[in-house]
């Protein structure tokens, strides 16, 4: 058994910097990466293999890894980055879990 | 454009069993595999398996092992996840995604009342 753990939640005002961290054994060995899902939307891929982005997600977005934890940052938070965001990993490549999400709140 | 379109919206009694579908469009369904994921309601996600679309290998998690079966139609570029021995707190919208994570199924929203 293994698991991914991030906080619960996290409010920063606009233009400040976001740290979301998840920790976990697995993330030692595997690659992480993180989703953004906004209400009533398809999660979306915001950085993989612990640090790269995605074409199309603004270079606010920036991932680091350290052991056995890594944490997606957003540096000048925006309103529109208010979301939830989850980690995520494979054991043996195959055998996914996320993390329990991080509410993030911009006001 | 790579799409993936789920099967409509289920209700179902407890104890009985939900297969919901997701075709692929605009890639090679074949060269790559699909993740399945359920989001309770106000809940986070959860990883619940995976199939080689090539091979029709799988991979579930413990939590659904045993009750989880996902399958796939090459001929018709579609895989299948079947949930069985259903309970109210397996209400939940389910996702299919591909195996890069980058294209989601629009959900779809299984009622077990």
């Known amino acids: 058994s293994y698991e991914l753990t991030q906080p619960s939640s996290l409010s920063v005002s606009p233009g400040q910097t976001a740290r979301i961290t998840c920790s976990g054994d697995?993330?030692?060995?595997?690659?992480a990466r993180w989703f953004q899902q906004k209400p009533g939307q398809a999660p979306v891929v915001v950085i993989y293999?612990?640090?790269e982005r995605p074409s199309g997600i603004p270079d606010r977005f920036s991932g680091s890894s350290s052991g056995t934890t890594v944490t997606l940052t957003i540096s000048g938070a925006q309103v529109d980055d208010e979301a939830d965001y989850y980690c995520?990993?494979?054991?043996?490549?195959?055998?996914?879990?996320f993390g329990g999400g991080t509410k993030l709140t911009v006001l | 454009q790579v799409q993936h379109v789920q099967s409509g919206a289920e209700v179902k009694k407890p104890g009985a069993s939900v297969k919901v579908s997701c075709k692929a469009s605009?890639?090679?369904?074949?060269?790559?595999?699909i993740h399945w994921v359920r989001q309770a309601p106000g809940q986070g996600l959860e990883w619940m398996g995976w199939?080689?679309?090539?091979?029709?290998?799988?991979r579930y998690s413990p939590k659904f092992q045993g009750r989880i079966t996902i399958t796939r139609d090459t001929s018709a570029s579609t895989a299948y996840m079947e949930l069985s021995s259903l309970r109210s707190k397996d209400t939940a919208l389910f996702y299919c995604?591909?195996?890069?994570?980058?294209?989601w199924g629009q959900g779809t929203l299984v009622t077990v009342s």
């Open positions: 995604a591909s195996n890069d994570w980058n294209y």
């Open positions: 605009g890639y090679i369904f074949s060269d790559y595999g």
């Open positions: 199939i080689n679309a090539s091979t029709g290998d799988t």
């Open positions: 697995v993330l030692a060995k595997k690659y």
């Open positions: 293999k612990d640090t």
């Open positions: 995520y990993s494979a054991a043996d490549n195959t055998l996914g879990i």
